[in-house]
């Protein structure tokens, strides 16, 4: 599967930003999902992850790190193979470019070293 997401930019704090990740290829319901941010100062960590939509019940589990659980909701459009990251409360520590990426598996997934597909990062900056 090839990824490619999109909808970064520039935000002043307490802003909101919607990203995309359009997927290309097939079985994009099979794959467990996640977004990652990564900056200068830190590795690809985990801001979002959302499990597979192959399971036998309609309910997907998601997951968030602490930093932005309340903040971010990730979802799946299965029919659109897109993955979407809603942004709000932003803050500079917010800043970094935004990965998302496709594991086999029913997820969702904590650790990068998990995904197999990888698209190519969209900038996100908070300043003011």
């Known amino acids: 599967v090839q990824l490619q997401a999109s909808g970064g930019g520039l935000v002043q704090p307490g802003g909101s930003l919607r990203l995309s990740c359009a997927a290309s290829?097939?079985?994009?319901?099979?794959?467990?999902l996640g977004w990652f941010r990564q900056n200068s100062e830190t590795e690809r960590d985990l801001v979002a992850s959302?499990?597979?939509?192959?399971?036998?019940?309609?309910?997907?589990?998601?997951y968030y790190p602490v930093s932005t659980e309340g903040r971010f909701t990730i979802s799946r459009d299965d029919e659109k193979s897109t993955l979407y990251l809603q942004m709000d409360s932003l803050q500079p520590e917010d800043t970094g470019v935004y990965y998302c990426?496709?594991?086999?598996?029913?997820?969702?997934?904590?650790?990068?070293?998990?995904?197999?597909?990888w698209g190519q990062g969209t900038q996100v900056t908070v300043s003011s």
């Open positions: 959302i499990g597979w939509s192959g399971g036998t019940t309609p309910f997907v589990s998601t």
């Open positions: 290829g097939r079985g994009f319901r099979d794959y467990a």
């Open positions: 990426a496709a594991a086999r598996g029913s997820g969702p997934y904590y650790f990068a070293s998990l995904y197999d597909y």
